[in-house]
């Protein structure tokens, strides 16, 4: 308890330090930065490049156009968040799930692994996302009955792909990770797949897919704001970086509350891949006081 | 205290420093190892509980007991790998601490504890690299090591390509790189099967008759035990003492696998195991 | 003999199933099935890659040596920190939880103000954005390497009476070297992607990223698809790269019992 209080502490100073580092590069840095041999090196210390902290701050409060009843920043960003939150969770879960159930057909075929578990590897290092701009066209283009795609799905399917292939190969070697001794007693018990499915590869699959799923939501998150961005989508927290981006000249605090919110936005997901993370600690722990 | 330094019955009485006649306070008369009212603590388990010891200068001595009844802490006392919370434990008349700086001894474990990203010979010449022992007597003292353990063909690849058992010879003869007159062996062929385990112990009495080295020795197995041993060390758990000494008279001929089938052997196993046996019985 | 056509088909799966996913591409796109602005064909794209081959390149080298400079200047920093951190412990505490939350934040996001404050004409903001994200990955795993050391190993230097330089140089260094090229394995690809990554938010129009949404922008699909093409094949080197160096610098890890 006591080390949890230091450390939350020590983490606390830390973001001081660095908000007053900030400040003290305002201070004394040169306005214009420096450059050597016409690359600048050190950056603008001015009030528009670099905002007072409590100019960002102080920005979330204020209206977001000069219009009476016009919407604060603040809570232009908090919406922007949620809207993208929303998109991101969706394609998470799409990813993951297509990834699991992709994962479990691969454990149970051996040659459909053969043929996609490269790929599937290959396609993280690779920058998928850069056909986001390509998928924006598809707007209007794609129908499939009476639904007609929409920006938003093109930023929920790159947010799902993202996803996907760290849960597709974590979950597959997680579904592999099972002691064959166990998998010998299952088969001798003749019992279906199913229950050696049930029984013994997903639970021997549970302390892989945390990390898998912790990778797919940082993946999803950066996937929804990129293809935002990219297709234009607008009320998500990617786009309002732009925009506040655009505004810079005028209210440079403006890009630094829309990043802020990204960076909440990315904590958050991360907080709640956590909650399941935290619930597979706690089985993790006990599993190990029974054992000993 | 005086109950356990029993003298050595089958010691050589020809080992190197035992030669000369044994001068009271003399080098040639301190023992290898004296451990004395030895107590180690870890929070409220008492791992040691008055460790009364004496070993004497080329004596083979194994510690056998319960697991957990702080065999291997009574290893890393007299090593100065673990520092014992009250007692003293001298090794060849000096601090442990010094003995461990002089490097008096040499050590093994369980574990082989090889380092994986240098080769065999690599890992043989480490401790004399570290003491800065030049790369030609290095390498000439690891090929005699290699050649003494039958690992000569294997001085250039990697411990990852070596089998468990052979794993463990590099180990040992990694221990004897640095010629110590103290050898202390943590359960070394604890996690090898029979076969390996049988060659294996009689190379560590060859190693032993060719060095004239002290030997102590942790292990599980009472007939290894009786086999290498000139006392076997019976210690109970929970506090960790010292249950019994039982000395092993095989005769004075060399020990090789005929002695495992002779009455002397099984005398001293059923004594061993009598003695293991009591300190299972309820108090 | 089973065996050997059964591993045969193993190695052959990935290329025919590349195969089936290209046919089946360009079937749809010829029948008609999709329109080529939705998807271009295989063969379109390929043609396309052939007719602007020397601007791909051009625009590869770019967004490549932005990649490069992030990725070297990320990796050093990286490595500096974590074995500093791997020294203090109030450095450690400090750090490990701002590397966490960086993992899960979006750093590309920074792109526009870096460029703001470095100015939009000059590529050091992207470069700044890779350095940051390779930093994360590097960062974590060296710091795992070097506080990760054998029990067992830890003994016997101690046993040597080894001192805390030479433990360091012989068992801790060399322990960590697999971790950090599993950091480095995946800050190479994470660095081509964060570079093209960033030029979609604005800057200079030199490299991949920029190509691509201006190609898309002006419904020049085949083109905007091979300078995707490139992307991933620029990833796929940098991966191949770090992999190479990987086994150049560990070649105890290939030896195992053959
Ligand atoms: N480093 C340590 N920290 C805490 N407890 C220890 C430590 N080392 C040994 N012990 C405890 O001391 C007792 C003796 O351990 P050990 O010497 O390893 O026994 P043995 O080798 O005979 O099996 C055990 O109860 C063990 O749990
Ligand atoms: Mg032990």
Request: glycine share 10%.
């Amino acid at each position: 308890m006591n080390g949890r209080w230091r450390r939350a502490g020590v983490v606390a100073l830390t973001v001081v330090g660095l908000l007053a580092a900030w400040e003290g590069y305002k201070a004394v840095g040169p306005v214009d930065g420096a450059s050597l041999g016409g690359v600048r090196l050190l950056p603008r210390a001015d009030d528009r490049s670099m905002p007072h902290v409590g100019e960002v701050l102080g920005a979330l409060a204020r209206p977001e156009v000069d219009a009476p009843g016009s919407r604060t920043v603040g809570v232009a960003v908090l919406t922007g968040v949620l809207s993208t939150l929303r998109l991101a969770l969706l394609g998470g879960v799409l990813g993951s799930a297509v990834g699991l159930a992709l994962a479990v057909l691969m454990q149970r075929l051996r040659l459909l692994e053969a043929g996609l578990l490269p790929w599937v590897v290959l396609s993280q290092t690779v920058p998928i996302i850069a056909i986001a701009p390509l998928i924006t066209g598809w707007g209007g283009a794609v129908r499939l009955g009476p639904w007609a795609w929409t920006p938003q799905a093109s930023v929920v399917v790159i947010a799902a792909f993202l996803a996907f292939s760290p849960v597709a190969v974590g979950a597959l070697r997680g579904l592999q990770s099972a002691a064959p001794a166990a998998v010998e007693l299952f088969r001798s018990y003749a019992v279906p797949w199913r229950s050696q499915l049930l029984h013994l590869r997903l639970p021997a699959a549970r302390p892989y897919l945390v990390p898998a799923l912790r990778l797919a939501g940082a993946q999803a998150v950066v996937g929804a704001i990129v293809a935002e961005i990219s297709t234009g989508t607008r009320g998500g927290i990617g786009r309002l970086v732009i925009e506040y981006a655009q505004q810079a000249t005028s209210s440079p605090a403006r890009v630094y509350a829309a990043i802020l919110g990204a960076a909440a936005l990315g904590l958050l997901v991360a907080g709640l891949v956590g909650l399941v993370g935290a619930r597979e600690d706690r089985r993790a722990a006990a599993a190990v006081e029974v054992a000993a | 205290m005086s109950s356990t330094r029993t003298t050595p019955g089958a010691t050589p009485a020809g080992g190197p420093g035992t030669a000369a006649a044994p001068a009271p306070g003399g080098p040639a008369a301190t023992p290898a190892v004296e451990v004395r009212g030895v107590v180690r603590r870890f929070g409220a388990v008492t791992a040691l509980d008055g460790i009364d010891l004496v070993i004497e200068r080329g004596e083979l001595v194994s510690l056998i007991g319960p697991s957990g009844c702080g065999k291997s802490t009574l290893l890393r006392v007299v090593a100065d790998l673990v520092e014992p919370t009250e007692g003293e434990v001298r090794v060849g008349g000096k601090s442990a601490h010094r003995a461990r700086l002089d490097q008096d001894y040499g050590i093994a474990f369980q574990a082989a504890g090889l380092l994986e990203w240098r080769t065999v010979a690599g890992n043989v010449e480490l401790p004399l690299q570290l003491h800065g022992v030049g790369r030609a007597a290095r390498r000439e003292r690891a090929r005699e090591l290699l050649d003494l353990v039958g690992l000569a063909d294997f001085a250039r690849h990697r411990p990852s390509q070596l089998s468990g058992g052979m794993q463990q010879r590099v180990a040992i003869a990694r221990a004897l790189a640095e010629r110590p007159s103290l050898l202390l062996m943590d359960e070394p062929f604890g996690a090898l099967d029979e076969m390996t385990r049988e060659r294996l112990q009689a190379e560590l009495l060859a190693v032993r008759a060719a060095t004239g080295c002290t030997v102590v020795f942790v292990t599980h197995s009472v007939p290894e035990a009786v086999f290498l041993s000139d006392r076997v060390v019976v210690m109970s758990a929970r506090p960790g003492r010292v249950a019994a000494v039982v000395p092993v008279r095989l005769g004075t001929a060399e020990r090789d696998d005929a002695v495992r089938a002779t009455p002397a052997f099984a005398a001293s196993v059923v004594q061993v195991r009598a003695a293991l046996r009591a300190t299972e019985a309820p108090r | 003999m089973r065996r050997a056509r059964g591993s045969g088909a193993l190695l052959l799966a990935p290329v025919v199933v590349a195969l089936a996913f290209l046919a089946a591409w360009e079937a749809l796109v010829r029948v008609g099935r999709v329109a080529p602005f939705v998807l271009p064909s295989p063969t379109a794209v390929l043609a396309s890659l052939r007719e602007v081959g020397a601007q791909v390149l051009a625009a590869a080298g770019a967004t490549g040596l932005n990649a490069l400079v992030g990725l070297v200047a990320g990796t050093a920093l990286a490595l500096l920190a974590a074995s500093l951190a791997a020294r203090v412990r109030v450095l450690r505490e400090a750090l490990v939880p701002l590397a966490a939350a960086a993992a899960a934040i979006p750093i590309v996001a920074l792109a526009p103000v870096f460029a703001t404050m470095y100015g939009a004409t000059s590529e050091l903001p992207r470069r700044l954005v890779v350095t940051l994200v390779v930093f994360v990955p590097v960062f974590v795993n060296a710091l795992r390497g070097l506080l990760t050391v054998d029990p067992v190993h830890a003994e016997l230097m101690r046993s040597y009476a080894a001192s805390g330089w030479a433990t360091t140089r012989w068992v801790r260094l060399p322990g960590a070297l697999p971790f950090v090229f599993t950091g480095l394995r995946l800050a190479a690809s994470a660095a081509v992607i964060s570079a093209v990554v960033a030029e979609y938010f604005g800057g200079l129009q030199t490299g991949l990223g920029s190509r691509i949404t201006s190609a898309a922008a002006n419904s020049a699909y085949p083109r905007a698809w091979a300078y995707v093409v490139a992307a991933c094949a620029l990833g796929l080197l940098f991966y191949a790269a770090a992999l190479a160096l990987e086994r150049a610098a560990t070649p105890w890890r290939r030896a195992g019992t053959g």
